[in-house]
């Protein structure tokens, strides 16, 4: 898929995937099944076995942002080594592209980690296990997870 075969195409991933998240929230299903909805290749598996990596990994905020996450499993759905290719190198073109978005996350949000995004888009971190803090933080982070979800998704969008 290349964005100039239908410019509307990542515009329109973008809106879906953000009210996904403010919908439903977990960031990382949103991005999945955004692209889902959108070009196919991601299948329900996937979009299951994403739950656990919102908020950074069990909630705890350390790991790598949710939306990231679901951008790079969905370029790998793609583009990554298939289980029956273990043995047949590292496919590096995958590793190309997901490196992209990264670098490409890293310079539009300022971090990758949850804890990062939580501190550039609200000035601290939240304990997402503590019921206060949570509800601190998704007060306090308005729209910007969602448009951080949005954005990834329309970025995955035009790399396919």
Same mark, same amino acid.
């Given at each position: 898929?290349?964005?100039?075969?239908?410019? /509307?195409?990542?515009?329109?991933? !973008?809106?879906? /995937?953000?009210? !996904?998240?403010?919908? +439903?929230?977990? &960031?990382? =299903?949103?991005?999945?099944?955004?692209?889902?909805?959108?070009?196919?290749?991601?299948?329900? =598996?996937?979009?299951?076995?994403?739950?656990?990596? @919102? #908020? %950074? #990994? #069990?909630?705890? #905020?350390?790991?790598? &942002?949710g939306?990231?996450?679901?951008?790079?499993?969905?370029?790998?759905?793609?583009?990554? $080594?298939?289980r029956?290719k273990?043995?047949?190198?590292? &496919?590096?073109?995958?590793?190309?592209? /997901?490196?992209?978005?990264?670098? $490409? +996350?890293?310079?539009?949000? %300022? %971090?990758?980690?949850?804890?990062?995004?939580?501190?550039? +888009?609200?000035? $601290?971190? !939240?304990?997402? *296990?503590?019921?206060?803090? !949570?509800?601190? +933080? @998704?007060?306090?982070? %308005?729209?910007?997870? /969602?448009?951080?979800?949005?954005?990834?998704?329309? *970025?995955?969008?035009?790399m396919?």
């Amino acid at each position: 898929m290349n964005i100039e075969q239908n410019p /509307a195409l990542g515009e329109q991933a !973008y809106a879906k /995937a953000v009210k !996904y998240e403010l919908d +439903f929230g977990c &960031c990382p =299903q949103c991005v999945l099944a955004t692209v889902q909805e959108t070009v196919g290749i991601v299948d329900d =598996q996937t979009i299951k076995a994403s739950h656990g990596l @919102s #908020g %950074g #990994g #069990g909630l705890l #905020g350390e790991g790598v &942002c949710g939306a990231l996450t679901g951008g790079l499993m969905a370029l790998s759905a793609k583009y990554g $080594r298939d289980r029956d290719k273990l043995d047949k190198g590292r &496919c590096i073109n995958n590793f190309k592209k /997901a490196k992209e978005l990264t670098e $490409r +996350f890293r310079q539009e949000f %300022g %971090g990758v980690t949850c804890q990062q995004l939580q501190q550039q +888009f609200t000035g $601290r971190t !939240y304990d997402m *296990w503590n019921a206060d803090e !949570y509800k601190a +933080f @998704s007060d306090a982070r %308005g729209q910007q997870c /969602a448009h951080a979800t949005g954005t990834v998704t329309q *970025w995955v969008i035009n790399m396919l």
